[in-house]
């Protein structure tokens, strides 16, 4: 099969196409025909050797979500059958012609979603809807935000703050995001943000001072982790999911107890399949049925094809994405 494979760490170059041989499934894996691999910024992070796959992963083909149809299925899959339509979260390998997962990390392709829209979705909606939005007890996060709530999340022009937006607007919240550009803010209010702020020009701790969150999603750290905890009401929850700005930050513990806030972290790709499999199964009771019926769509910057992958790379890390960037494999 031809696949991606990043060669050395470095920049977009060292992607090549390679032949590999095609994957078997273990006994609770399927084997999907890729149509569309989705692209994201920890496939970045790991060409640049800083996010290793985990175990039984491909080490050296990126990739973390796909559609396509199941052409083989492990000895104990009961959940899928070969031909049946899926898109799925991957640990790994998903820039390929054939790719693996464990059966509880697909969701259908019904007659309402096609391939295109499905690549886009696993990683994003996974991510916000177990950050965000999950209830139960095996969820650290645990659901707080409720309809009416004031839900701030960063980076409203990607494939998390795209989802995060349609996702609570669909569910009654009022959405509050940052993006870069006065084209970016004004797409993420099209999509149901209340207000975006423009974080280049615009302090959005001090524009929102005001206005206290329950809830905020953090792909930055850094400095902005202190200015979160200025905007968060008491009782609020702050969940970092990446730290692009920096890692290392300064915490007032008295202000912490005094206003009783929760800030909790937390990382998908190496979590055990079963977690994955009860996110999976949250999904598709409450928020599959949003995708299938239309109302929460991905948004889609553009579609490449599979041997463009650097190409790809390249505009990720342009600034100048807004929405999911896809590999096209047929």
């Known amino acids: 099969m031809k696949c991606v494979v990043i060669t050395r760490a470095g920049d977009p170059e ?3 196409l390679q032949e590999r041989p095609m994957p078997v499934p273990a006994e609770d894996q399927v084997l999907i025909r890729v149509h569309y691999s989705g ?44 031909g049946q339509k899926v898109c799925a979260l991957l640990s790994g390998g998903g820039y390929a012609e054939y790719a693996l997962t464990h059966q509880g ?37 645990s659901h707080t ?64 001072q005001d206005l206290k969150m329950h809830t905020i999603l953090d792909i930055i750290g850094g400095e902005y982790f202190n200015k979160n905890l200025q905007l968060l009401a008491p009782d609020g929850r702050l969940v970092q999911i990446n730290c692009t700005g920096g890692r290392k930050v300064e915490l007032d513990l008295l202000r912490l107890m005094q206003q009783r806030h929760l800030i909790t972290g937390s990382t998908l790709r190496a979590r055990d399949h079963k977690v994955k499999e009860e996110i999976r199964d949250s999904i598709l009771q409450r928020a ?12 889609i910057h553009q579609i490449i094809p599979f041997d463009a992958a650097s190409e790809a790379h390249h505009l990720l890390e342009s600034g100048s994405v807004f929405g999911k960037l896809l590999l096209k494999w047929t």
């Open 14 to 16: 060292v992607l090549e």
């Open 39 to 82: 692209i994201n910024r920890p496939d970045i992070f790991q060409r640049k050797g800083h996010y290793p796959a985990p175990p039984g992963a491909p080490p050296d083909i990126p990739g973390l979500e796909v559609s396509g149809e199941i052409v083989a299925c492990g000895p104990l899959v009961s959940q899928w059958e070969p």
């Open 105 to 141: 990390q697909c969701l259908p392709l019904d007659s309402g979603i096609n391939f295109e829209a499905g690549a886009a979705l696993p990683e994003a909606l996974f991510t916000v809807w177990h950050n965000v939005f999950q209830s139960g007890p095996n969820n650290p996060h």
């Open 145 to 208: 935000l409720k309809e009416g709530d004031n839900f701030l999340v960063h980076g409203g022009s990607g494939g998390i703050g795209t989802t995060s937006i349609q996702l609570a607007t669909l569910l009654g919240i009022n959405v509050y995001t940052t993006a870069g550009s006065d084209e970016r803010c004004r797409n993420c209010e099209e999509l149901g943000a209340v207000e975006c702020v423009k974080y280049l020009k615009q302090n959005f701790a001090e524009h929102w």
């Open 288 to 299: 599959w049925p949003l995708v299938s019926g239309g109302q929460l769509q991905p948004v």
